[in-house]
């Protein structure tokens, strides 16, 4: 880690923290956003405050990456702290950014990477709870925020197309198989766990 931004954010872990207070501030400003752009590409914008409250719940406390290492690490550091907020701020804040530009400039029907994004880590919360019968870092925002506003998304985001929504599954899922493939990749390099 370098540099005191990001020893402040990863080093100090006050990043779920800033997120919470960005994504505060970005859902306050999505009402004024949807009002001049219109409804379909306010829920594309609204993705990332929505995420970013689920990114609060998720890793206050270090609680995900922890839960992450126990669970899938057994003991082993599966995802480091500055692997947790790369992943996070490429895979999350930069996707989504991208996917708004590319609705309000390209066509609208992009906005659903946006969308299938928060869907599809709903599904990474909601089965480990089940199959587990236990709570997981992030499980809540995934039930009442990713659910509801992921599908109101794919109701108004105009994409006549499949195309669009083959795109925007095919970005969630290539941003979660990279995610699997980093844990996988370092659990290798790592003494086995303990028996």
């Not at 872990?13 to 752009?37: H, I, K, R």
């Not at 126990?70 to 003991?75: A, F, L, N, Q, S």
């Not at 006549?160 to 290798?188: E, T």
């Amino acid at each position: 880690m370098t540099g005191p931004v990001l020893g402040w954010l990863v080093g100090q872990w006050q990043w779920p923290a800033a997120t919470l207070f960005a994504g505060g501030l970005l859902l306050l400003l999505t009402p004024a956003w949807a009002g001049v752009v219109g409804v379909a590409l306010g829920v594309v914008f609204l993705q990332l405050p929505v995420y970013m409250l689920h990114q609060f719940e998720e890793h206050a406390g270090d609680r995900f990456r922890l839960y992450v290492n126990r669970t899938v690490g057994h003991g082993r550091e599966a995802l480091t702290p500055i692997a947790t907020f790369w992943i996070n701020s490429l895979g999350v804040w930069a996707v989504d950014l991208a996917a708004l530009y590319l609705a309000c400039f390209v066509d609208a029907g992009l906005g659903l990477i946006a969308v299938y994004l928060p869907l599809l880590n709903a599904l990474g919360h909601i089965g480990p709870a089940v199959a587990r019968r236990e709570y997981n870092p992030g499980l809540v925002t995934a039930l009442f925020l990713f659910l509801p506003v992921g599908i109101w998304g794919l109701i108004v985001i105009p994409a006549g197309d499949w195309v669009w929504h083959a795109v925007g599954l095919g970005v969630a899922v290539a941003v979660h198989a990279a995610i699997i493939a980093h844990v996988a990749r370092r659990l290798k390099t790592l003494p086995a766990a303990p028996a």
